[in-house]
């Protein structure tokens, strides 16, 4: 049964270990998601108890449980197939999932009692496998959701501590109303400045009363690019807009400091100077 049916395959070290979980969780998923039509059709109620293996070649079967007793490695859940035709088979696969999760730990650290990990070995050994989703977060979609608000707010966690010895940018109030949306980059429109709007980064203090303005802005900040290199912003660095053609740019492609800017009442990018120029 084991790897497939190669011979008995004992990983002796937490790397080895965790190379061994890492396989038999890649075999399940691919059970669970690719290989979900043929894996359904194999869990037939009409047969005995059905398990769901994972190997360490990223493999996966199901088959009856070991016949040795005790097995060679805990058994996963037993039945699986019996509950295929009772349950909706988004909630069963789920279901599965997650017996499958508790399978692979168990197998793992079988491993670690059998070859005498310690403490130290068991706690890295459970934080090298916590590091990756779980089975049941990839087939629920969990998994993806979570990836896509990771991204969207990884500029926002790293800077906020900085903000204190940067200067503080607030808010246009509501009642201004000529730039309805801020700009990623803390966008300021400064009444005392003739209406300049610059920023540094994203940990500037700013703070929105509106969550749901927040989601909005933030499925546009990624698309945000400097109007000379193209390049995206970056949660470290000062950008200014231009109040002719509202293109932001990096600080340091218009040659253009945090202290010089203070001192522009209108900024004009050096396209829409030229153009002045010629006109």
């Keep these: 049964m084991e790897g ?16 061994d979980f890492k396989g038999r969780r890649a075999g399940m998923i691919k059970a669970l998601t690719t290989d979900v039509e043929e894996f359904y ?8 108890n059905l398990c769901l293996y994972g190997f360490p070649s990223e493999q996966w079967e199901v088959n009856l449980p070991a016949e040795e007793v005790p097995p060679e ?7 699986i197939n019996f509950a295929r035709d009772g349950m ?6 789920s279901l599965v999932a997650v017996h499958s999760d508790a399978w692979l730990l168990s197998v793992a650290f079988y491993f670690g ?3 005498g990990f310690d403490k130290a070995d ?16 990839i087939v629920s979609g969990i998994a993806k959701k979570a990836q896509k608000e990771k991204t969207a707010v990884s500029n926002h966690s790293s800077t906020k501590s900085k903000s204190n010895s940067k200067m503080s940018l607030q808010r246009e109030p509501e009642s201004h109303g000529k730039y309805p ?29 509106d969550e749901d303005e927040d989601e909005e802005d933030e499925d546009e900040h990624g698309e945000t690019l400097c109007g000379a290199c193209g390049e995206n912003y970056a949660s470290d660095e ?3 807009c231009c109040d002719i053609c509202e293109k932001w740019f990096h600080g340091k492609c218009v040659k253009i400091t945090p202290a010089r800017a203070e001192h522009i009442k209108q900024y004009k990018c050096p396209s829409c100077s030229n153009k002045r120029a010629r006109t």
């Design 4 to 19: 497939g049916g190669a011979s008995p395959y004992n990983p002796r070290t937490v790397e080895e270990v965790f190379r």
């Design 41 to 48: 059709h194999q869990c037939d109620p009409e047969k005995e």
């Design 73 to 79: 490695l805990p058994e996963p859940a037993l039945g």
């Design 88 to 93: 909706q088979e988004k909630d069963w696969l």
């Design 113 to 115: 009692a059998r070859f």
């Design 122 to 137: 068991r706690k890295r050994l459970f934080n090298m496998i916590n590091d990756l989703p779980t089975i049941f977060e």
């Design 181 to 209: 949306k801020q700009h990623p980059l803390a966008a300021l429109k400064d009444e005392n400045e003739g209406g300049m709007r610059m920023g540094m980064g994203m940990g500037m203090g700013l703070e929105l009363d």
């Design 238 to 240: 000062f950008w200014i």
